[in-house]
């Protein structure tokens, strides 16, 4: 029975020194998904902003978030300020998933999408085009300063601080119309948040992808710490077979007499050569031989590596590989577990609220609120004026022209002043001070339920109705020729 190593997470002072890594690359499987995701996200990422898009209004740009407008506009979806509760639905969508997926695969999302796995990948790339391959890197960076070292060691840095600059260049670009907004970037007349913003992506992108690097996963990324409450004995983690690595004398460098599969099985020794490229192309610098650590992102690069020597050796692969505890006692892996079934109805649930009220919202958001200081006033002509705000807001792409009616108080006339009709630009708002009279002899109660008709002219079953409630003290309703409330 095979047996994968999962022992206990090894201890680790914050204060201990830390030992620089300088990663082997790999071939392999997982190397290939990972530079597809990483090709992928980088396209999106610096790509998306340069997206045109049709919209009622006119063309624009595909993602844009427009703090001016209190907007943001993603594809067709245009989501205003007052919409937050959609962002806090989909916030907790996202934390729920990557529960759901922590608890099935591990950290697999640290591996293969967090944005600093694939900021690191992409500078470890240009360190090792610059320096070289593993040896060559830790001869230079032991080697005296030459000018060769300066001027390796500047590219470097320079190349990092270029992508950690394009990095802030491209996110401030999706806070505004990318043409002009680079235009202005580039000829000083962009607005002093965009400056301050590149400068933060660009120093915070170098410090964490170039200098910290690992140090930000295992130190200061707290899901790194809390995910160990997520794994259960189903959970799927990166994972050595200690018994067929070790056998029952242990690894063994592959000699003369030890290289053929059998003559070491014979001799007690397992398949693990101990060549050591499994610790070499982990970018956390750990020995997964150990066991499972906290530090592992559980990105497969030393599944590639082991791969990569069993085939060299003619042995079966998956000496390291993608297990569960479980299933390295013999049993199977069992996704279907009630944890992961609660958090994926739950998620379920909030998917469908969330598509629901997105399809589902009004264009307009319309808030009324009568005006309490005073409640009334009497006219000179003896009718009684009950005043009210109406706040409209057009979450629409096109500008509207809204009409305002009431309902259900015979009698009262509706006064909105110089307007008969309110004109609202798209994504704009508009507070209305709307007075609504009623001659005394038309009440007929303290109180008296009406209604607000707010209709879209340009769309004719663009309709909004809002209760509301007229006053008048009591002293007045005698004067009603129907007398009684
Ligand atoms: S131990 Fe393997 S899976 Fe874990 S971080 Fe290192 S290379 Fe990636
Ligand atoms: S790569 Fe495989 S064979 Fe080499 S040391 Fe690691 S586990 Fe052993």
Same mark, same amino acid.
Request: hydrophobic share 40%; aromatic share 12%; charged share 20%.
């Given at each position: 029975?095979?047996?994968?190593?999962?022992?206990?997470?090894?201890?680790?002072?914050?204060?201990?020194?830390?030992?620089p890594?300088?990663?082997?690359?790999?071939?392999?499987?997982?190397?290939?998904?990972?530079?597809?995701?990483?090709?992928?996200?980088?396209?999106?990422?610096?790509?998306?902003?340069?997206?045109?898009?049709?919209?009622?209004?006119?063309?624009?740009?595909?993602?844009?978030?427009?703090?001016?407008?209190?907007?943001?506009?993603?594809?067709?979806?245009?989501?205003?300020?007052?919409?937050?509760?959609?962002?806090?639905?989909?916030?907790?969508?996202?934390?729920?998933?990557?529960?759901?997926?922590?608890?099935?695969?591990?950290?697999?999302?640290?591996?293969?999408?967090?944005?600093?796995?694939?900021?690191?990948?992409?500078?470890?790339?240009?360190?090792?085009?610059?320096q070289?391959?593993?040896?060559a890197r830790i001869r230079l960076a032991k080697s005296k300063w030459t000018a060769e070292k300066i001027f390796k060691i500047g590219?470097?840095?320079?190349?990092?601080?270029?992508?950690?600059?394009?990095?802030?260049?491209?996110?401030?670009?999706?806070?505004?119309?990318?043409?002009?907004?680079?235009?202005?970037?580039?000829?000083?007349?962009?607005?002093?948040?965009?400056?301050?913003?590149?400068?933060?992506?660009?120093?915070?992108?170098?410090?964490?992808?170039?200098?910290?690097?690992?140090?930000?996963?295992?130190?200061?990324?707290?899901?790194?710490?809390?995910?160990?409450?997520?794994?259960?004995?189903?959970?799927?983690?990166?994972?050595?077979?200690?018994?067929?690595?070790? %056998?029952?004398?242990?690894?063994?460098?592959?000699?003369?007499?030890?290289?053929?599969?059998?003559?070491?099985?014979?001799?007690?020794?397992?398949?693990?050569?101990?060549?050591?490229?499994?610790?070499?192309?982990?970018?956390?610098?750990?020995?997964?031989?150990?066991?499972?650590?906290?530090?592992?992102?559980?990105?497969?690069?030393?599944?590639?590596?082991?791969?990569?020597?069993?085939?060299?050796? %003619?042995?079966?692969?998956?000496?390291?590989?993608?297990?569960?505890?479980?299933?390295?006692?013999?049993?199977?892996?069992?996704?279907?577990?009630?944890?992961?079934?609660?958090?994926?109805?739950?998620?379920?649930?909030?998917?469908?609220?969330?598509?629901?009220?997105?399809?589902?919202?009004?264009?307009?958001?319309?808030?009324?609120?009568?005006?309490?200081?005073?409640?009334?006033?009497?006219?000179?002509?003896?009718?009684?004026?009950?005043?009210?705000?109406?706040?409209?807001?057009?979450?629409?792409?096109?500008?509207?022209?809204?009409?305002?009616?009431?309902?259900?108080?015979?009698?009262?006339?509706?006064?909105?002043?110089?307007?008969?009709?309110?004109?609202?630009?798209?994504?704009?708002?508009?507070?209305?001070?709307?007075?609504?009279?009623?001659?005394?002899?038309?009440?007929?109660?303290?109180?008296?339920?009406?209604?607000?008709?707010?209709?879209?002219?340009?769309?004719?079953?663009?309709?909004?109705?809002?209760?509301?409630?007229?006053?008048?003290?009591?002293?007045?309703?005698?004067?009603?020729?129907?007398?009684?409330?």
């Open positions: 029975m095979s047996e994968v190593a999962t022992s206990q997470p090894e201890s680790s002072s914050a204060q201990q020194q830390r030992i890594i300088y990663p082997r690359s790999v071939k392999g499987f997982y190397r290939r998904i990972k530079s597809s995701i990483v090709i992928l996200a980088y396209s999106v990422y610096f790509l998306l902003p340069w997206l045109r898009w049709d919209r009622e209004n006119g063309p624009s740009q595909a993602v844009i978030f427009d703090i001016n407008a209190r907007r943001f506009d993603i594809f067709d979806l245009t989501i205003y300020a007052q919409d937050i509760f959609w962002l806090a639905l989909f916030l907790a969508f996202a934390a729920l998933f990557l529960f759901f997926i922590t608890g099935i695969a591990g950290r697999v999302f640290c591996g293969y999408f967090c944005f600093q796995t694939l900021w690191t990948d992409v500078f470890m790339h240009i360190e090792h085009w610059v070289g391959e593993r040896p590219l470097t840095h320079f190349l990092w601080l270029l992508v950690a600059f394009l990095t802030g260049l491209a996110f401030t670009l999706y806070w505004g119309n990318a043409p002009d907004l680079i235009v202005d970037i580039f000829t000083f007349n962009a607005p002093l948040a965009a400056g301050v913003t590149i400068l933060f992506l660009t120093l915070t992108t170098y410090v964490m992808a170039g200098i910290a690097r690992e140090q930000v996963c295992t130190y200061m990324c707290p899901y790194a710490r809390f995910q160990s409450a997520m794994f259960d004995s189903d959970t799927i983690i990166v994972a050595y077979d200690s018994v067929r690595g070790e %056998g029952k004398k242990g690894r063994h460098k592959p000699s003369k007499e030890l290289i053929k599969r059998e003559n070491r099985q014979q001799q007690g020794y397992g398949d693990c050569v101990d060549c050591g490229y499994c610790v070499q192309v982990c970018p956390t610098g750990i020995d997964i031989r150990n066991g499972l650590q906290y530090q592992c992102i559980t990105c497969a690069l030393c599944i590639d590596a082991c791969d990569t020597i069993m085939d060299s050796v %003619g042995y079966p692969k998956g000496l390291i590989r993608y297990s569960s505890e479980n299933e390295a006692q013999g049993g199977k892996t069992n996704i279907f577990k009630p944890r992961t079934i609660v958090y994926g109805l739950v998620m379920v649930v909030i998917a469908v609220l969330f598509f629901w009220g997105l399809t589902t919202r009004s264009v307009v958001d319309i808030s009324v609120r009568q005006v309490r200081q005073p409640l009334f006033v009497m006219l000179s002509n003896g009718d009684i004026q009950n005043r009210y705000d109406i706040k409209i807001n057009n979450k629409a792409a096109k500008p509207m022209t809204l009409v305002v009616s009431l309902r259900g108080l015979q009698g009262a006339k509706l006064d909105l002043g110089r307007f008969d009709k309110v004109h609202i630009a798209a994504g704009g708002s508009s507070t209305l001070h709307v007075n609504v009279r009623m001659p005394t002899k038309e009440i007929t109660r303290e109180n008296q339920d009406f209604e607000f008709i707010i209709s879209n002219l340009n769309k004719k079953d663009n309709l909004w109705i809002h209760e509301s409630n007229f006053f008048a003290p009591k002293k007045y309703i005698k004067q009603s020729p129907q007398g009684a409330q």
